[in-house]
């Protein structure tokens, strides 16, 4: 009985890692037994909770935290940030997301993947994102954008408020099946099969497998959890399977996602050997040589379909529900795309896009205030010493930079709870990580920008938006979700721009 509590107690001092911190030289907060200082995050959410401990020590570079048991390096500084993310990159080439391969269905997508074979996957599907690509898939706006009017034009017709975030959710996901997959997706019928899956990618279920995973890697791994929900992950599988199938049996190409990888499949598997296919080889650094198989590079479209949808759409209605509040802007932005329209006569295209500065503005001053993710994560994979304080970390060290809090902290951006488009031009404001930093950086970034550039100016170039008396201002961010989307609907008022 002795030996049990004492055995007992030994595990929980072992998990607990009380002096952790003590010792290297850096501020800390004092952690609890087993919970860390992590009740922020369970009784008040995501937002508050990264804010709260943001500004634990506002005057540190960094600072020492227990997530739970795990110890986690808060870098508070951008400078610092960027040797991490930027100059020393190949001391960091993990993120906190982990990747376990043998139980996760999506653990081998290239968010998750790190070392050489991240280095492998990333080198092959970037070919995919060259502006030329991402120009020609910009086309599906032009598929997607009547289907949103018409939405528009029925809330017009019926008097009645539009979901802003319903219909941008719709419009994004629309956009993204056609570039990943080469179809249009049913997001704007009834009983789609595809509008769902935005919300169970980024359920309140996924924010809990997302902190197993940042707090324990070998836990998540030994309780065989998935990172994303599964049923909708083999939803997407199925169709991709049919359309490649489809494509190689009857000779179909296409400009998307699919054609990349049976172009891929192609080239990787004509001069394989079936028993090399079998064998699972590992880099020097522990990581796995990837195959290229089929169920590898579902992987990597099933990462673009998740991770372009919620975070586009998401920003898209930030940006909406800013300037329905701020009137001024909005007209400034609208006179801006106007005069573009008037002189060529067409919709504003993206090569036109240095004449619209104040949407531009608006666009970033959203990725700024809600950023999609609000805290980037490295873990260090090579022993590293800070130069500012001589720190040493080893391999295994998590750090977090909280974007969320650090683009909303004065010292950095002037009033920054104010939305303001301008003051993203002239000199450029501080660091700006909403889309990551070095060689990790978004791989979807210039598609997501492309994307918010030509459905911001078409909607502000025929319709004026102004906040719904139901809209629950201010909204604030979702605190149980892993994104940083809206927790209670942005409804809109529209009506119709007459030149
Ligand atoms: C507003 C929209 C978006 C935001 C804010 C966003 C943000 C991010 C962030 C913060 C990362 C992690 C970067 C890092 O670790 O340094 C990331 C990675 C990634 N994003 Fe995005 N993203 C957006 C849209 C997209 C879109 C539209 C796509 C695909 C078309 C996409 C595909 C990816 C991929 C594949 C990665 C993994 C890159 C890697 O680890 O090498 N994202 N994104």
Request: proline residues 6%; neutral net charge.
């Amino acid at each position: 009985m002795w030996l049990l509590l004492v055995g007992i107690l030994a595990l929980v001092y072992w998990l607990w890692k009380p002096f952790y911190w003590k010792g290297k030289g850096v501020k800390y907060l004092v952690p609890y037994p087993l919970i860390g200082n992590s009740m922020g995050l369970i009784t008040k959410g995501n937002s508050t909770f990264r804010r709260d401990l943001y500004y634990a020590f506002p005057d540190e570079k960094m600072f020492g935290f227990h997530l739970f048991t795990q110890p986690i390096l808060c870098i508070r500084d951008p400078e610092i940030a960027v040797d991490v993310f930027v100059k020393d990159f190949e001391h960091f080439t993990a993120n906190g997301l982990g990747s376990n391969q043998e139980y996760d269905l999506s653990g081998g997508n290239i968010l998750f993947l790190h070392g050489t074979q991240w280095k492998e996957m990333r080198n092959k599907i970037s070919p995919f994102f060259t502006p030329a690509k991402v120009k020609a898939m910009m086309n599906s706006i032009d598929v997607t954008m009547p289907k949103a009017v018409k939405i528009l034009e029925e809330n017009l017709r019926a008097g009645s408020a539009c979901d802003i975030g319903n219909l941008f959710t719709r419009m994004t996901n629309d956009v993204i099946t056609q570039a990943c997959f080469g179809i249009e997706s049913d997001a704007f019928e009834k009983n789609s099969a595809f509008l769902p899956l935005a919300d169970l990618f980024f359920s309140p279920h996924t924010n809990v497998m997302f902190t197993i995973k940042a707090v324990s890697q070998s836990l998540f791994k030994f309780l065989r959890l998935q990172s994303f929900d599964l049923d909708s992950s083999l939803f997407l599988k199925r169709i991709m399977k049919n359309l490649v199938e489809y494509r190689k049996e009857n000779n179909v190409q296409g400009h998307d996602f699919v054609q990349g990888i049976i172009e891929i499949l192609d080239k990787e598997h004509r001069t394989v050997d079936e028993e090399r296919m079998k064998k699972i080889e590992y880099y020097p650094d522990g990581t796995r040589v990837p195959k290229f198989d089929f169920d590898e590079l579902f992987l990597q479209a099933l990462i673009i379909f998740i991770g372009g949808v919620e975070s586009t759409a998401s920003t898209m209605t930030w940006i909406f529900y800013e300037l329905a509040k701020n009137q001024e802007m909005q007209d400034r932005c609208r006179e801006e795309v106007m005069d573009v329209v008037k002189r060529t006569g067409s919709p504003l295209k993206l090569d036109q896009q240095n004449e619209i500065p104040t949407v531009l503005g608006a666009i970033n001053e959203a990725l700024r205030m809600y950023p999609a993710f609000e805290i980037n994560s490295r873990i260090c994979t090579k022993t590293y010493t800070f130069s500012d304080n001589g720190l040493t970390i080893e391999p295994g060290q998590t750090l977090w930079f909280p974007t969320g809090p650090y683009q909303r902290d004065a010292k950095h951006f002037p009033d920054p709870d104010t939305f303001d488009p301008l003051r993203w031009q002239g000199e450029k404001p501080g660091l700006f990580t909403t889309f990551g930093l070095g060689p990790r950086l978004c791989l979807g970034k210039s598609f997501a920008l492309s994307q918010m550039i030509l459905v911001v100016s078409r909607f502000l170039q025929n319709y004026k938006f102004t906040l719904n008396s139901k809209t629950k201002v201010p909204v604030r961010p979702h605190e149980r979700r892993p994104i940083n989307s809206p927790s209670s609907p942005v409804l809109l008022d529209i009506s119709r721009i007459v030149d």
